[in-house]
């Protein structure tokens, strides 16, 4: 089992970074593959980014390659999503999420957290 809280947006102007960060409570957190997805009011949540438990294989969304980068830390049971190069459709509420074995890019992750905004301005 996992509880799962987001920090790190915010507002930005476009071109700037910024670093997500999802902590984690749970003895078994290594186990978990973790996710990040984004929702637009209205819209259907997207994958953006996933990882394996060792770190050992990530995946991403196309719109994202060579922007966004997801990492681990296994020890301070944290994964993070550094977001380069923001561009104003990158604006959402991000979440990530966890699931037990390999990773996913569909919506099928059980465990969730309660979302960050992140808004890019032009």
């Known amino acids: 089992q996992v509880q799962l809280v987001e920090s790190g947006g915010g507002l930005v102007q476009a071109g700037a970074s910024l670093r997500l960060s999802c902590a984690a409570s749970?003895?078994?957190?290594?186990?978990?593959?973790m996710g990040w997805f984004r929702q637009i009011p209205g819209k259907e949540r997207e994958f953006v980014a996933a990882?394996?438990?060792?770190?050992?294989?990530?995946y991403y969304a196309d719109s994202v390659k060579g922007r966004f980068t997801i990492s681990r830390d296994n020890a301070k049971n944290t994964v993070y999503l550094q977001m380069n190069s923001l561009k104003p459709e990158d604006t959402a509420v991000y979440y990530c999420?966890?699931?037990?074995?390999?990773?996913?890019?569909?919506?099928?992750?059980?465990?969730w957290g309660q979302g960050t905004q992140v808004t890019v301005s032009s």
């Open positions: 749970g003895r078994t957190f290594s186990s978990y593959a």
């Open positions: 990882i394996s438990w060792s770190g050992g294989s990530t």
């Open positions: 999420a966890a699931r037990w074995g390999v990773p996913a890019t569909a919506d099928s992750y059980p465990f």
